[in-house]
C-alpha cells in the first residue's frame, strides 16, 4: 500500500494575525512530506502513528454529515491491518505535521470529495478549508484548516481574510538569485496549544490590541503584498518592521537563546527573523538579501533554504 504524499507547508506571512484577519500567505514546502502506508515488520513509530490513528478514526466518525461523510468502515479496516502515516515532517516544528496526515485521510477516505483537478471557487476553497479545520481539531484543539489545505492542494494560498481564501501565483525563485527565506532549526520542539492561549490571553489587553492592529497586522499586510508584486525592496523595508514588532511584542514565543540572535538581525541587517507558526520553537523564518553571507554569520545553526529571490 503506498499512497499520495502529502507535502509540509510554511506560512510565510500571518501567523497569529490570521486568527483577526490579518492577511497570509502559505507555500507548500516540499523537503519534508507524508503518506500513508502499511508495514509487516512496522517501527515503533509506526505502531504510535497507527494508535493515534485508530483514535483519530473514532473521531472522524462523529464529524457532522452535513459537512463531510468518510468511508469509515474502510479507514476503520485499514487501521486495524496497520496501517500507519509514514512521515518525514518533524512535530511541533510549524511546518503542519498534523496537516498533511489531515490531507492524506481526506484524500482516501471521504466520500464526495473536492478534487485539486476541479474548478477551486471561493467557496469550494472555503468549504474545504472547514473540513480540514475540523477535522484538524483533533490534533490541536483549534486548527484554522490552513496547513491541511495547503497540503492537499499543494498550491501557494493566499489568505485575505477568514472568509476570504484563494489559491494565488508566487513570483518564480531565481536560481541563482543572492537572496533568500530560510529556516533556523530552533532544536526545541513548540507546543502549539500554549503559545495560542498565552496569545488569546494578551488579547484581553487593549493596548497588545491596539499593536496587533496597528503594527502587526499592517505590516503583515504589506509583506505579503510585497511577496507577491516581486517588490523585494519594500518586502525587506516590512519584514524589518515585523520582526522588530515580534521581539518587542511576542517574546515569550521567541526561544530565550534566539533573542539576542534576533536583535542582532535587526542592528546588523544581514538579516530578519521572524515566527515559523505558533513559536515557542521549532523552526524560525528568516529573510535574507546574501544567504551566503548568513551561512557564514549562523555557521552554528542548522539552517534550510526555502525560497531563492
Known amino acids: 500500500m503506498k499512497g499520495p504524499l502529502f507535502y509540509s507547508k510554511i506560512l510565510l506571512f500571518g501567523e497569529y ?7 497570509g500567505l502559505s507555500i507548500p514546502y516540499s523537503f519534508y512530506n507524508g503518506g500513508l502506508k502499511r508495514s509487516e515488520h512496522p517501527s515503533d513509530e509506526a505502531k504510535a502513528s497507527n494508535e493515534s490513528l485508530q483514535r483519530f478514526a473514532s473521531y472522524l466518525e ?10 469509515i468502515d474502510a479507514l476503520k479496516n485499514d487501521v486495524t491491518s496497520g496501517m500507519y502515516f509514514d512521515s518525514s515532517i518533524p512535530q511541533g516544528y510549524g511546518v503542519g505535521s498534523s496537516g498533511a496526515l489531515v490531507a492524506a485521510i481526506y484524500d482516501k477516505y471521504a466520500q464526495d470529495k473536492i478534487t485539486v483537478l476541479e474548478n477551486l471557487t471561493r467557496e469550494k476553497l472555503l468549504k474545504l478549508k472547514s473540513i480540514f479545520s475540523e477535522m484538524e481539531s483533533f490534533f490541536h484543539g483549534k486548527s484554522s484548516g490552513l496547513d491541511p489545505l495547503n497540503s492537499y492542494l499543494s498550491i501557494p494560498i493566499l489568505i485575505n481574510s477568514k472568509d476570504n481564501i484563494e489559491a494565488t501565483g508566487i513570483p518564480s525563485q531565481k536560481a541563482d538569485g543572492k ?4 529556516l533556523i532549526d530552533s532544536g ?3 507546543e502549539t496549544a500554549p503559545m495560542v492561549s498565552l496569545f488569546m490571553e494578551n488579547m484581553k489587553n487593549e493596548g497588545f490590541r491596539n499593536m496587533l492592529k496597528n503594527q502587526f497586522i499592517k505590516h503583515t499586510d504589506a509583506c505579503v503584498e510585497d511577496f507577491l508584486k516581486g517588490d523585494i525592496k519594500s518586502l525587506f523595508k516590512n519584514t524589518k518592521s515585523l520582526s522588530k514588532v515580534v521581539l518587542n511584542h511576542f517574546k515569550p514565543m521567541i526561544p530565550k537563546q534566539f533573542h ?5 538581525g535587526l542592528e546588523t541587517n544581514e538579516y530578519y ?4 507558526g505558533s513559536g515557542g520553537g521549532g523552526y524560525i523564518l528568516g529573510f535574507t538579501e546574501d544567504f551566503d553571507k548568513v551561512k557564514q554569520s549562523l555557521k552554528d545553526y542548522k539552517l534550510e533554504l526555502v525560497y531563492s529571490f
Open 260 to 264: 539576542e540572535l534576533w536583535q542582532n
Open 273 to 276: 527573523l521572524k515566527l515559523c
Open 179 to 182: 537572496g533568500a527565506v530560510f
Open 62 to 71: 462523529n464529524i457532522d454529515p452535513q459537512l463531510v461523510v468518510f468511508d
Open 17 to 23: 494575525g490570521i486568527i483577526k484577519d490579518s492577511k
Open 188 to 190: 526545541i520542539i513548540g
